[in-house]
């Protein structure tokens, strides 16, 4: 036999379970998660990383190109439609325009024919600017800012 009620004290439901002759009760309380900090700007964060790694990528195919355009677009669909608005308000201008300055750069370390220095250099960019991307993500989250405030419909 199963019976489900709620505690009058606490409003935690509880379940009893009468095996045989002994009752044994679980509470139901609620999942350790859930008062968790909800992540509303990590997914963003994320795939300007992807797209950003898709560029070194790309270089490193010699496709110099695509490693543009794909680093461009980490920037225009990437960080600065998904993110840089709510940094604008919440961090502040002079840092859209420090992050501004770092993927404009990140795009302009791809030179025709690189050697292996250069190309470290280049992957150690793309790690910097993503933690800083990413580090956006942690301040907004931190500061609780709600993503959908800023989503253009």
């Not at 370390?109 to 991307?133: I, Q």
Request: proline share 4%; glycine share 2%; net charge neutral.
């Amino acid at each position: 036999m199963i019976l489900i009620c709620n505690t009058f004290v606490t409003s935690i439901p509880i379940i009893m379970i009468k095996k045989s002759s002994i009752w044994i009760f679980l509470l139901l309380a609620q999942p350790l998660w859930a008062n968790q900090p909800i992540d509303h700007w990590g997914p963003a964060a994320i795939e300007i990383c992807n797209q950003i790694d898709s560029a070194v990528q790309f270089y490193e195919k010699g496709d110099i190109k695509n490693a543009r355009k794909q680093a461009i677009m980490a920037y225009f669909s990437g960080y600065d439609a998904e993110i840089e608005p709510a940094v604008r308000v919440t961090v502040g201008a002079s840092h859209v325009f420090e992050m501004e300055h770092k993927f404009r750069n990140f795009t302009r370390h791809f030179t025709l024919n690189p050697d292996e220095k250069h190309f470290a250099f280049v992957k150690n960019s793309a790690s910097e600017l993503c933690r800083a991307v990413k580090d956006d993500a942690k301040t907004l989250n931190e500061a609780k800012v709600d993503k959908q405030v800023f989503k253009v419909n």
